[in-house]
């Protein structure tokens, strides 16, 4: 389709203090994208002059996201700004970048034709949509320089609710703490932004779409993609489909309950699980996207998934899974509701790891968890002798060992698993992978879990979120904390609980030191490890939207022996340590967790 030639403007805009990306992206709520003016036009300009030139030169950017409130709106704002600051002829193009704030020969007038970054051609998802782990794929096929992808995960979507905007770099995965610095160094002297204001882009016809522009450039491209096709092609070449559709529509079938919740890999469960692997329409629920999930919290746990849970308790049904609103969490339950956990998760996968075809092939080259993760996951890489990353919270981290070919598995307690056939948690592939066991070992979910336990051990894990709480007493608590368990006296103190005597071992806050680029990152997580292996570790979250802190406690206890009691039961004596000794409730007037998982 031929369009313009368009306009295309250079806008001053001023900057906002606070546009450093957390865990995974800038998340803000709804309406600070739309009251405060540029708010999004400055970010997206941020990312923009972020990437160096000649990485821009005809090279592809993806877009996509979970089709949450205010995504079609910011899909428009950035294809206009790719466009304006998109230049695809590169003999016409001019080195200079669109920095603002670094010092420029000349200065585009609010109406000239931006002569800066190139985005050759943007990539992006039908009607909008791309689940996070298909963005990964779709960037890693494409060979694009990264994507923009428009989710803030598992929070809450609508007018109230929360928006989010990622930036993932070539490898498909996260952009590191060193490009998310750049973005937001960038952000805090942007004074201008480039948009052709005029681009009206189609989003719901597959294929390319041309449009001139007034600077006389060659013509910006955009592609909408199938990328449910895209991903589905990649799982093909992973899994064994014709064993799992044996096991999903064969005799001696399974069956299975899964929830999309409401989120953008409705359509991804649809065509893998229902067309393609057989298994019959009604075991896939909430599968059409909506923009606000449904009203509720698109968050794969035993709180938010509760319906899943309340269907599978019944005992209908064999193997139940949820997804998160951009498809990157997963939570899987055994019949009648037996919950594994995402700790549990990935060591069972990990043991089982040559059920899955791409592993046979490809060999396994490491594992790794994030430090708050329980150390199920190193029982198993100790008896497998294969190596054990321990690396902190957020999705990057695991990015830099998998292009360096030293990780191959993955995972983390907050419903992440996946593998390095992409640069993200995938919350789908988690459940083919679970599948795939199921169809070698031909076990129930409770079977194999329990195996794992008797031959393993059982590290008993929950994690206790206080949410919006006030930041000052947050960050007070912690700093409190620090100075408590830095003392030298702290290393050997006794904590007992009833019966139960605990004595520290090592406490310090934790810091990493990546093995590939030997890049450091601090102030990860105050962990306190107890003789017996047990640990408690407290966090302030980075992917906060309300503007208030959630604190994070995380409990974990090993039993060799004792491997069938319930969790929180075992847990309790930490639970309680753990509250004595940072004062939390106390200091925030809190008498229990928002959230306990
Ligand atoms: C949370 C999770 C973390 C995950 C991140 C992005 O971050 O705890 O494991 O990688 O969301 O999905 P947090 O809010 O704890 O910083």
């Given amino acids: 389709m031929d369009k313009g030639p368009l306009r295309v403007l250079t806008v001053p805009t001023t900057p906002y203090s606070d546009q450093r990306p957390g865990s995974n992206g800038l998340r803000r709520k709804v309406h600070v994208f739309q009251s405060r003016r540029n708010y999004l036009h400055n970010f997206i300009q941020c990312i923009f002059s972020s990437i160096d030139l000649r990485d821009r030169q005809g090279s592809a950017l993806v877009v996509g996201g979970d089709g ?3 995504s079609q709106m910011a899909i428009e704002v ?14 016409t193009a001019s080195l200079l970048t669109l920095h603002p704030g670094a010092s420029r020969s000349t200065r585009t007038g609010r109406h000239s034709p931006v002569t800066s970054p190139q985005v050759g051609r943007l990539i992006v998802g039908h009607r909008g949509f791309m689940s996070t782990p298909a963005c990964s794929c779709v960037i890693r096929k494409f060979k694009a320089i990264g994507g923009i992808i428009l989710s803030a995960g598992h929070s809450p979507a609508g007018p109230d609710g929360d928006f989010g905007i990622k930036f993932n770099t070539a490898n498909g995965g996260p952009a590191n703490e060193a490009v998310a610095d750049k973005i937001y160094q960038i952000s805090r002297s942007i004074e201008e932004f480039a948009i052709c204001p005029g681009l009206r882009l189609d989003l719901t016809t597959l294929g390319k779409q041309t449009f001139d522009l007034e600077n006389k450039f060659k013509p910006f491209t955009v592609e909408i993609v199938d990328a449910v096709e895209s991903y589905a092609n990649l799982m093909r ?17 399974i069956t299975v309950k899964l929830d999309a919740m409401h989120g953008v890999v409705g359509p991804y469960v649809k065509r893998i699980l229902c067309e393609e692997l057989g298994c019959p329409a009604n075991s896939a629920v909430n599968c059409v996207p909506s923009d606000d999930f449904g009203g509720q919290r698109p968050d794969p746990n035993l709180m938010d998934a509760a319906d899943l849970l309340d269907n599978m308790r019944d005992g209908e049904h064999d193997f139940g899974a949820a997804f998160d609103g951009d498809g990157d969490r997963n939570m899987i339950l055994g019949k009648h509701g037996l919950f594994v956990t995402p700790s549990d998760s990935v060591a069972v996968i990990a043991d089982n790891i040559f059920c899955i075809p791409y592993f046979q092939h490809s060999g396994v080259r490491g594992f790794a968890r994030s430090m708050p993760t329980s150390a199920a996951l190193d029982r198993v890489a100790k008896a497998t002798q294969i190596e054990l990353y321990e690396t902190p919270t957020g999705w990057k981290f695991f990015g830099n060992l998998m292009d360096a070919g030293r990780l191959s598995l993955c995972g983390e307690e907050s419903f992440g698993t996946s593998g390095d056939h992409i640069r993200e948690k995938d919350g789908l592939w988690a459940a083919l992978a679970w599948l795939s066991i199921l169809a070698t070992r031909r076990q129930s979910v409770e079977d194999i879990l329990k195996y794992h336990w008797l031959k393993y051990g059982r590290n008993y894990f929950t994690r206790y979120d206080y949410e919006n709480i006030d930041i000052d007493a947050a960050c007070e608590m912690m700093e409190d904390l620090e100075i408590m368990i ?13 019966d139960k005597i605990y004595r520290v071992e090592k406490a310090d806050n934790f810091e990493y030191t990546d093995p590939v680029d030997s890049s450091i990152t601090r102030n990860q997580g105050l962990r306190i490890v107890f003789s017996d292996g047990s640990r408690i570790i407290y966090r302030l979250s980075g992917s906060e939207s309300s503007g208030g802190a959630t604190v994070r406690i995380y409990l974990e206890s090993y039993e060799k022996e004792y491997v069938f009691q319930e969790t929180q039961v075992v847990l309790a004596p930490l639970a309680t340590i753990a509250l004595k000794i940072s004062q939390l409730h106390h200091r925030t007037g809190r008498t229990g967790p928002s959230v306990i998982t």
Avoid: H, P, W, Y
């Fill in 68 to 70: 949450r409130f205010f």
């Fill in 78 to 91: 950035i294809v206009q700004m790719a466009a304006a600051n998109g230049v695809s002829d590169s003999t």
């Fill in 237 to 253: 070449n992973i899994f064994d489909f014709a064993a799992l559709k044996e096991l999903l529509s064969g005799e001696n079938r």
């Fill in 486 to 498: 830095a003392d030298k006296s702290f290393v050997k103190r006794r904590f007992a609980v009833e």
